[in-house]
C-alpha cells in the first residue's frame, strides 16, 4: 500500500477558518490607529514644528508673517519691506498636514488673545468642524 503524504480537505479549512478568526479579532483594533497616529502628527506640527518656524521668521523680520502672506513666507521671500531680514527658507517642504490639505494660518488670530498668530489644519473631513486640530484647543 502507498501512503500519500500532504493536508486533508478539512485540515486546510481549519486552518483558514482559524486565520480568519484571529483577523476578525485583530483588524477592527488597528483600523482605527491610522486616524489617530495622523491626528497626533498634525498636533505635534500646530504645536511644535510649525511654531517653531515661525518664531524664528517673527526673530529675523520683528512679526509674524501677515493672513496675506500666510505660510508661504516661511518658504520664499515676501516682497514686501517688513521682510528685510529674511533669513529663510524656514520650512523644508510645503506645510501641508497629514491629510494632503494646507495647514491654515491667520495673523492676528482670532480665538486666542494669549497667541499673536492661530495655525490649524481642517483635519479629516477638510472642512472646518469638530475635528479640526488647532493651536487655541487642547
Known sequence: MKKEYGFTLI???LVVIIISALAAMI???L???TEQARISIAKADINANMPTALDLYELDNGSYPTTEQGLNALLTKPASSASLNWNG???KKEPKDPWGKLYQYR???THNDKKDYELFSFGPD?????DDVTN???
Open 136 to 138: 487655541w484647543q487642547e
Open 31 to 33: 483600523a482605527g490607529r
Open 126 to 130: 477638510g472642512v472646518e468642524s469638530n
Open 11 to 13: 485540515e486546510l479549512m
Open 107 to 109: 495673523f492676528p488670530g
Open 27 to 29: 483588524l477592527p483594533r
Open 89 to 91: 527658507p524656514y520650512l
